[in-house]
Structure formats: structure tokens, C-alpha cells
């Protein structure tokens, strides 16, 4: 049974910073391409970031800069180093790949 479990989340102050991880198991993970998305209240599901399974990324216009993707497959696991954190950056952050997410995790940006 494939699995996508996401931590990290939390309450931060703007300006702050806070890594997501999002293990894999049940898969073979280093074939995938990775996904993170987010979904604020009242908003549609958007795509954050992804990173190929040979290591090119990219980001939403509103991340960029900000936050970075990073993979390490030894350990089935996919990273979100968000840096610089907004009030608007607040969601519940979910990791895809392939056909499969995971539960989320809540990042409030809030003072």
C-alpha cells in the first residue's frame, strides 16, 4: 500500500521559515515526478512547487525565490524549505506523486 505522509507544518510568525517533508513508502519514489500544492480556505488547490525525478524544479510565481523543493531518494523523502513566510503563504500543504497525496499538513504564517 503506497503511502505519502507529510510533517512540518506549523504556526510561524511572518518572515519565518519552516521545512515540510512528505516520506514515501510502498513505491518506488525515485521514479516520480513530486508535487507540493496547497489549499487555503476558499481557494482552489494550487501547485506550489515540483522536482523530476532527474532534479529540475520549479515554483509558482508566488514562491519563487522563497521557497525551495529538494528530494533526497535514498530516503524516499521529498523537502519544502519555505523561507521568508507570508500571511498568504497560510494552507494546508499537500505532496503528490504520481497518482497518490498525502493528508496535509496546516502552515499558518500569522503574528
Known amino acids: 500500500q503506497v503511502q505519502l505522509v507529510e510533517s512540518g507544518g506549523g504556526l510561524v510568525q511572518p518572515g519565518g521559515s519552516l521545512r515540510l517533508s512528505c516520506a514515501a513508502s510502498?513505491?518506488?519514489?525515485?521514479?516520480?515526478?513530486m508535487r507540493w500544492y496547497r489549499q487555503a480556505p476558499e481557494k482552489q488547490r494550487e501547485l506550489v512547487a515540483f522536482?523530476?525525478?532527474?532534479?529540475?524544479?520549479d515554483y509558482a510565481a508566488s514562491v519563487k525565490g522563497r521557497f525551495t523543493i529538494s528530494r533526497d531518494n535514498a530516503k524516499n523523502t521529498v523537502y519544502l524549505q519555505m523561507n521568508s513566510l507570508k500571511p498568504e503563504d497560510t494552507a494546508v500543504y499537500y505532496c503528490?506523486?504520481?497518482?497518490?497525496w498525502g493528508q496535509g499538513t496546516q502552515v499558518t504564517v500569522s503574528s
Open positions: 503528490q506523486g504520481n497518482i497518490y
Open positions: 522536482i523530476t525525478n532527474g532534479g529540475i524544479t
Open positions: 510502498g513505491t518506488i519514489f525515485s521514479i516520480y515526478t
